[in-house]
């Protein structure tokens, strides 16, 4: 009698064909449960839509400080500095240079590439940035323009020491930036 109504079942499923889906007691890949828990309750994506719940973005800001020369680097990343007869303006921000280079060389601007976690996270770090960080914060968003999210920014961070990193690895974009601003 069991193997009746098992070759029924396989009957009528070709009869049906493979496109109709009749009530034939088999179950796709994953179970209702396994649906929900996998696809429509999972942690991860409730964090996510939680966090990014009524994305509200904005537009980067507008660039302030317009870019006054136009930098040679070098593929070690290093830059002259700017021309002695060149004017700088004044900026509510400063970099300072690295120092202790060989026969009084003028070093290099401090922007530097960091991987964590086997490279799976790599962030840009900018050290010895003094004078209004906020305002620098502002001008680095217009510059790599990246937007804020429900007026938070994630992307651009303020650490301890000073030291401001940016994710993703950005460093030859804000060495080119700070260079065309005369650091």
Do not use: C
């Amino acid at each position: 009698m069991l193997s009746n109504t098992s070759s029924l079942r396989v009957f009528s499923r070709q009869i049906a064909g493979p496109l109709s889906r009749q009530s034939t007691g088999f179950r796709d890949k994953h179970s209702s449960r396994q649906v929900k828990r996998l696809f429509k309750k999972n942690p991860a994506a409730r964090r996510i839509e939680n966090k990014m719940g009524g994305k509200v973005i904005e537009s980067p800001p507008e660039v302030t400080y317009q870019a006054i020369l136009e930098p040679k680097m070098l593929p070690n990343g290093w830059n002259p500095p700017p021309p002695e007869g060149i004017e700088i303006p004044e900026y509510p921000f400063k970099i300072s240079r690295t120092k202790n280079k060989p026969n009084d060389a003028v070093g290099f601007l401090p922007v530097y590439s960091e991987f964590r976690r086997d490279g799976a996270r790599v962030t840009t770090r900018i050290k010895k940035v003094s004078g209004d960080r906020d305002a620098f914060l502002t001008a680095l968003r217009a510059a790599l323009q990246i937007p804020t999210v429900n007026g938070k920014d994630e992307t651009i961070r303020l650490r301890t020491g000073g030291t401001i990193e940016v994710k993703g690895n950005r460093v030859m974009e804000v060495k080119q930036w700070l260079a065309g601003l005369g650091f």
